[in-house]
């Protein structure tokens, strides 16, 4: 237990948004930032498991910080780091599908928000073992690999559809509208 501790306390130790935040209310507080961070964790724990909006909280935890060090991996010139938030991007999509036809059920059960709030912070953590990584390369991309042609197939013919049908609906208002200018001149 103390190696978790002590990698804990390296984590927190580390620059960057949050540690800097950490340490900025340390100095005005004077209570040591591992103290305020598991606070934070506790308090956020026990909202997830009791609280009133655990969803909100809950989904803004798996989408805010993510877009903000997306947009931070856009603007830089290092290009691993789009590679790992759009594969953390790829399994919150696919995880929300899979939860927009299950969420019914699993809503009911106790702690799910909180166990939902783990796995969208275990998929965006920063090691190696990270499950955006392990999900990718174990589930989606075999998938992915052996079904790409098919949706792709699939993608092109609704496209196609969607064109025609695109392409009618203007001719047929195209049409009406002539025909509505001709009805009106008449009526003149």
């Not at 699993?106 to 912070?121: D, I, Q, R, S, T």
């Not at 953590?125 to 392990?134: I, L, R």
């Not at 589930?139 to 025609?164: E, M, N, Y």
């Amino acid at each position: 237990m103390g190696s978790l501790q002590q990698r804990f306390q390296t984590f927190l130790d580390q620059p960057s948004l949050l540690t800097d935040l950490l340490g900025r209310l340390e100095a005005r507080t004077g209570v040591k930032r591992y103290y305020l961070a598991t606070g934070t964790i506790t308090f956020l724990g026990l909202y997830l498991m009791f609280g009133y909006g655990a969803s909100l909280l809950c989904n803004l935890i798996g989408f805010v910080y993510p877009a903000y060090v997306s947009i931070k991996a856009i603007e830089s010139t290092d290009k691993d780091d789009d590679t790992v938030w759009l594969t953390y991007w790829v399994v919150y999509g696919v995880f929300n599908v899979a939860e927009f036809f299950s969420d019914t059920f699993l809503y009911w059960f106790p702690f799910y928000y909180a166990g939902k709030c783990l796995f969208l912070v275990w998929c965006m953590a920063p090691v190696s073992w990270n499950g955006s990584h392990v999900l990718y390369q174990k589930v989606i991309r075999p998938f992915f690999l052996k079904h790409h042609r098919i949706v792709d197939s699939v993608i092109s013919d609704l496209s196609g559809t969607a064109l025609d049908a695109a392409s009618t609906v203007t001719r047929e208002a195209s049409k009406a509208a002539v025909n509505l200018g001709l009805e009106s001149d008449k009526t003149k």
